[in-house]
């Protein structure tokens, strides 16, 4: 018997089968439903709940004092596939065996949802968009987080571990130079790392999106990348690299996803698994065989045409 039910019917199996990402009150029934599993208890439910109502608001321009989000890449959408992998990746070390505090899982669910709040703009900052923030978007999600965290009373260790799980999503922070709260905290930071990593290259509009995201590495002055066509070729070099991150400087907390799939919905297949090597091996096919029309071959949820 499965915690979750769905269409099983539903050809591909895939994580959108599983929570639709543009459905937020759908996603937010199965983030309740993973704490539940994970043993939080009704006040840590509500609070994350607030939270999450209130980064969504954040997000969509109903937060006092801020602007609304204009990162096409990194969205809401985003939030929610880091957040729920997040949870999901606990959940499969809890049923492999591992034991934690509570405390902690409700800290990196929520890390999870602020972890990119530092895209969206201040009222009073006058940038056209969010995206110039890029370089400094993880040290300004910090600071949102311990904002919003000490104005409602929670407790300044609280404050400093979820702000050390939010730091290790920053690719250019090295692991060795934090000095985690405790070995469990460290460990809660390569869950939120892993899943900011899995749950976006998983995404089924992952490579769509990676237009998008060319366009605020241009506004956030990165300078990876000499154009679109550059960034869709290097991002299967930069699959390589994400994976040996997740394997050795993350030691493969997400491993084990295949027993929360199994256990909680009857699948035998990780599917984000299935949705990365399915992301990377369609990259490989349309940039080999229409590497001068690739546009042709992003056709989902019709983002090209946004552009």
């Known amino acids: 018997m499965s915690d979750f039910t769905f269409d099983k019917s539903v050809f591909p199996l895939q994580l959108a089968t599983l929570a639709n990402t543009h459905n937020v009150k759908e996603c937010r029934v199965v983030f309740h439903r993973l704490m539940q599993l994970e043993g939080l208890d009704d006040t840590q439910i509500s609070k994350a709940l607030d939270i999450f109502d209130d980064v969504h608001n954040l997000y969509i321009g109903k937060f006092k004092g801020y602007k609304s989000c204009n990162t096409e890449y990194h969205d809401f959408r985003h939030v929610i596939d880091v957040t729920l992998a997040s949870l999901r990746i606990a959940d499969s070390l809890m049923l492999k065996g591992e034991t934690f505090n509570k405390n902690n899982i409700f800290l990196v669910g929520i890390a999870a949802v602020f972890h990119d709040t530092g895209y969206i703009p201040e009222i009073t900052d006058s940038v056209e968009n969010g995206a110039v923030y890029t370089k400094t978007h993880v040290a300004r999600s910090m600071v949102f987080a311990e904002k919003y965290m000490s104005e409602r009373g929670y407790s300044k260790d609280d404050i400093e571990k979820t702000k050390q799980m939010i730091l290790l999503t920053d690719l250019s922070v090295k692991l060795a130079d934090i000095k985690f709260f405790d ?41 990876f990348y000499s154009s679109e066509a550059d960034l869709l070729t290097k991002t299967i070099g930069f699959f390589k690299m994400m994976e040996n991150r997740l394997t050795n400087d993350l030691d493969g907390v997400n491993a084990h996803l295949l027993l929360h799939f199994q256990k909680r919905y009857d699948i035998n297949e990780d599917l984000y698994r299935k949705g990365m090597d399915g992301n990377l091996a369609y990259l490989a096919k349309i940039l080999n065989e229409h590497p001068d029309s690739y546009r042709d071959f992003l056709r989902r949820d019709n983002i090209v045409e946004k552009l």
Do not use: C, V
Not at 193 to 215: C, H, N, T, V
């Open 183 to 223: 070995a469990e905290t460290e460990r809660f930071a390569k869950i939120l790392a892993s899943a900011d990593l899995i749950g976006q290259m998983a995404d089924r509009i992952y490579l769509e999106k990676l237009l998008f995201l060319y366009r605020e590495f241009e506004m956030g002055n990165i300078p």
